[in-house]
């Protein structure tokens, strides 16, 4: 069968679940890289940092002092980019000029004490402890927000300011681009099938395998038909959920360990912690917390920008921002090497 | 008049031009920076270098040698994304699957044989050679091709892998995701109010003043009303064209002007080379050539990432990816600080 194949010639996917296109240009990874690297992290922490803003005990911008905490921790973000009390503002009646005012709250969400640690390095117990964290968020500020979203900035690169393993969570009375996005995939799926877009996609990918990174009982991650990013992953549940709270008991325990794995896999591929953004999508909450939206599967998402090395990324920058995302390697090839790396951490093999 | 304004307060504005919502957070530029800080580029480079595959006379990856050119110089990607011959291929009939064969071309557009300068430091007369250039291509590519995009990379930062001053041509045979959205918007503007929708936004915005940046008799450069990055630029004419080569003489130059007088405001505002990424828009080309268009309205973006100084870039990040971005000043006060500097060359200034 000579037949061309799709994957090694320039062509583009259809991202189902935002619904928009990428290009994928398959033959381009022999581009040699003369740009701009990044500085890979310091692996050396301390347990346990006295300038940390983070660690237990430690003073905050606020002037808080953090509890003696053992566990996870969460406060609320001195720097919130969304407030809960918002006056009565003017609007705009210019058509051209289009704006409305938004209501939300954004909190820090630790992962650890450990100053030293990371979501991949830490045992299946202390990650299940973050899950259940990410979930009590969602139903706490899901009473009062139509969108809750529970994310990670990890790396210097990505932005993070601070090394010690925390997270984010920005909840808002307002359903954002992305959310909306899928929102209305999801539901035209449903309308035309009847089920979910994203149980049909799990199990088309589990059928094939070629795209799958890791998978479990309850859990699968793949590298998405239409990622974009080099090492993108989708996690879904092999079964109807709509949100992180409706889980079971073994579907958490079951999502902690496969985040262990898939994060282990990360580090393992270039040998550097890997950086990353994530973040959950499950089905919107406030007002809409118990219409029926059979369409909405949860799913997580994580973007991470490396590309050839622990030092240069992909940019998304010129075509990217003026025309359309590009990619090199296709989701298959990544998907390959992820899944075909050890899950032992590199540290502990090394040592 | 104590009524809160919007401008203090986080919200949401709608990008008319792609049909989205940018989430705004005035009060945000109170959050201290402890994160990641960027290289300023080096400021010292010779007018020619030995080893840089573009200067006139050096030998390029592909073996080719570069003429001694003295003006501009267009030459094809060495690697590029699209080719102008894809087999016939397989498509993969699964709905979940979807994918499109594509084809194109990209170039390399060098602005000036002199390695040592960049747009915002050639005169008005050797930019207005660079418009020459970028409208020849589009007439060129646009005979084959519906997406003729122009941009350019510039800085380290924004993945540009060489500091010659340079941009690229990327042209294909579909209309990519972003000019899709522009085409559906400034549709839809047009069938309601019989007008170009950018048109009208450029006279709103000339009425009120807020949001311009620069102007002249033919263009005007806003920070638009919509803006994501923390400086970004739109470029437009003040009538009706559809695509650069539809520019009169006059047009051209004073399009040099605008583009020189904006590109020092830039350089001038951290006193630092500024990193974007710009590129231009304008009605589909190839099949549509001919085909009427008189929502489309010619534009350029600039979308350039730093946000508090030479070393600090805001970071799309997280919330940005997960849901929408984020922007902490308004595009009030970003237009007012570019408004008020000079234009004069800050290197120019200090001797
Ligand atoms: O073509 P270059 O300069 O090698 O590559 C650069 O610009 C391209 C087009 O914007 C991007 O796809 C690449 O990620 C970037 O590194
Ligand atoms: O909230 P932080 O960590 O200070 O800020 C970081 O994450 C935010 C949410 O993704 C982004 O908006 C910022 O650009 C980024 O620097």
Chains 1, 2 share one sequence.
């Not at 984010?168 to 999801?186: I, K, M, N, S, Y």
């Not at 917390?289 to 998402?301: I, K, T």
Request: negative net charge; hydrophobic residues 35%.
């Amino acid at each position: 069968h000579t037949r061309p194949k799709l994957a090694d010639w320039p062509h583009r996917r259809f991202d189902l679940l935002q619904g928009r296109w990428v290009l994928v240009s398959p033959h381009r990874t022999r581009r040699p890289w003369l740009g701009q690297t990044e500085k890979p992290p310091a692996e050396e922490r301390p347990a346990y940092d006295p300038h940390c803003y983070l660690c237990p005990g430690n003073r905050r911008a606020s002037g808080a002092v953090n509890p003696p905490y053992t566990g996870t921790f969460v406060f609320p973000n001195d720097f919130a980019a969304l407030l809960p009390d918002a006056p009565g503002l003017e609007e705009s009646a210019d058509p051209l000029l289009r704006a409305m005012p938004v209501r939300g709250e954004c909190r820090v969400l630790c992962f650890s004490p450990r100053h030293d640690l990371t979501l991949a390095e830490m045992t299946v117990e202390e990650i299940a402890r973050v899950v259940d964290m990410w979930s009590d968020q969602i139903t706490d500020l899901g009473t009062r927000y139509r969108w809750v979203q529970v994310f990670e900035n990890k790396g210097a690169i990505m932005g993070c300011s601070n090394p010690h393993p925390h997270g984010q969570v920005w909840a808002g009375d307002f359903l954002p681009r992305e959310a909306a996005a899928e929102d209305e995939q999801q539901g035209r799926w449903y309308e035309t099938h009847g089920r979910p877009l994203l149980l049909d996609y799990a199990r088309r990918e589990l059928d094939s395998g070629e795209r799958v990174v890791a998978v479990n009982a309850h859990w699968v991650g793949v590298v998405p038909w239409w990622a974009v990013w080099p090492f993108e992953v989708l996690l879904m549940p092999l079964r109807p959920v709509q949100r992180l709270p409706d889980l079971t008991d073994e579907e958490r325990r079951a999502l902690a360990e496969i985040l262990q794995d898939l994060l282990i896999r990360y580090d393992n591929l270039f040998e550097v912690s890997f950086p990353y953004s994530m973040g959950w999508h499950g089905a919107p909450t406030g007002p809409d917390q118990d219409r029926p939206q059979p369409h909405w599967q949860l799913h997580a998402h994580f973007y991470p920008p490396l590309l050839r090395s622990a030092t240069v990324k992909k940019f998304m920058v010129g075509y990217e921002m003026l025309a359309e995302p590009q990619r090199d390697l296709t989701p298959e090839q990544a998907a390959e090497r992820l899944r075909s790396l050890p899950t032992v951490y590199y540290k502990r093999r090394q040592q």
